[in-house]
């Protein structure tokens, strides 16, 4: 189904400026920006991704992985077609990376009352924009949040971060936490591998540390691309800068898509990458697709507060007001639904102020 998208500007009858992301497409009447699922159509913007919901699971949180936010519940994940990158270590390539003809086929649509009548269904505190890059199908996500919100159910993106500030602005009021994959801290990679830049990610992490939306950062740590000491120490560096609290997320690797040459990453090398983490001030590093490395434990006095096997947890601790129980140290995360609640308020009385 067809749908009018959001974020764009006529530049002439026949060109459009697309600037829902940091491609910053122009696109000439019958073409699609490079996501894929954004066409003109007569000097108007359409998506072709609106209501098609090609993925849908009920997914604990910590795959998201969110470690911080509402730990050992569920949150029913939602994936649409189209992506503003090509990275050809994608681990979910088969529907990120849909052809122009696969995505304006027919699809069964599924309403945004329908999402959030069925993370109700579920018992879901949360629904999680993912699979796919949510910032692509955008005018869903917004829909769908919006309703979500005033059912009491947050909203997360699972992102690459490659969203233009005015997506990040119109979203924020809805959005209550984010997983932004950091895949290196090296422009050509970006370019040369996933067809993206640095730069626009670090800004959109910014962003959202500075509009109160909750913020945990993934890195695929993929040998021989991004693994060697230097660069871990730039990315930890560049969390550390912002908040040492923002917890970091480094997984292992497998060969996929078109990425087939690297051999899986070794969990020594994750090891040296929670090591380096943890030397830089960052006070929460977790290991992921392995079986170690996944506990929360105090900074302070060395606690563990969540013991997680798997995406299961075992509760020993949890933080009680968002401090450590034995010691008090503040213990940086969104516990519980009530915590969502104060911090939306928080944000509305900030956009008040601006």
């Not at 998201?64 to 077609?81: A, N």
């Not at 390539?93 to 069925?118: C, D, N, Y």
Request: aromatic share 10%; proline share 6%; hydrophobic share 35%.
């Amino acid at each position: 189904m067809t749908h009018p998208a959001l974020l764009y500007e006529k530049i002439s009858p026949n060109l459009l400026h697309c600037y829902l992301c940091n491609q910053q497409c122009r696109i000439q009447d019958t073409h699609f920006g490079f996501c894929g699922v954004r066409q003109n159509i007569k000097g108007e913007l359409i998506t072709h991704s609106y209501g098609n919901v090609i993925a849908s699971h009920l997914d604990p949180i910590e795959k998201k992985p969110l470690f911080h936010f509402l730990p050992g519940s569920h949150s029913y994940s939602i994936g649409l077609p189209g992506c503003n990158f090509l990275c050809e270590f994608c681990q979910n390539w088969q529907i990120s990376q849909q052809g122009k003809e696969e995505v304006i086929q027919e699809a069964p649509f599924t309403k945004p009352e329908e999402i959030v009548s069925l993370a109700k269904q579920y018992n879901c505190p949360s629904i999680s924009y993912t699979f796919t890059e949510p910032t692509i199908f955008f005018e869903y996500a917004y829909d769908t949040a919006r309703l979500a919100q005033a059912e009491g159910i947050a909203n997360i993106f699972v992102t690459n971060g490659f969203m233009t500030a005015e997506a990040l602005d119109m979203i924020t009021p809805y959005l209550d936490a984010a997983n932004v994959d950091l895949k290196s801290f090296n422009d050509t990679s970006y370019r040369e591998v996933c067809r993206g830049r640095l730069q626009p990610v670090l800004d959109t992490i910014q962003r959202m540390h500075e509009k109160g939306i909750w913020i945990e950062v993934t890195t695929l740590v993929v040998p021989g691309l991004n693994d060697s000491d230097e660069e871990l120490t730039k990315i930890a560096d560049f969390i550390a800068s912002i908040d040492v609290n923002i917890p970091w997320h480094l997984t292992r690797y497998h060969p996929d898509y078109l990425f087939t040459n690297a051999e899986p990453t070794p969990p020594q090398r994750l090891e040296r990458g929670h090591e380096i983490g943890k030397n830089k001030g960052l006070r929460f590093v977790y290991l992921g697709n392995i079986l170690e490395g996944q506990n929360t434990i105090c900074y302070n006095c060395g606690i563990t507060l969540i013991k997680r096997s798997g995406y299961g947890i075992y509760c020993q601790s949890l933080p009680i007001n968002g401090r450590c129980p034995n010691c008090s140290s503040p213990i940086h995360g969104r516990w519980s639904i009530q915590d969502i609640q104060n911090n939306q308020k928080a944000k509305d009385v900030q956009v008040i102020q601006k």
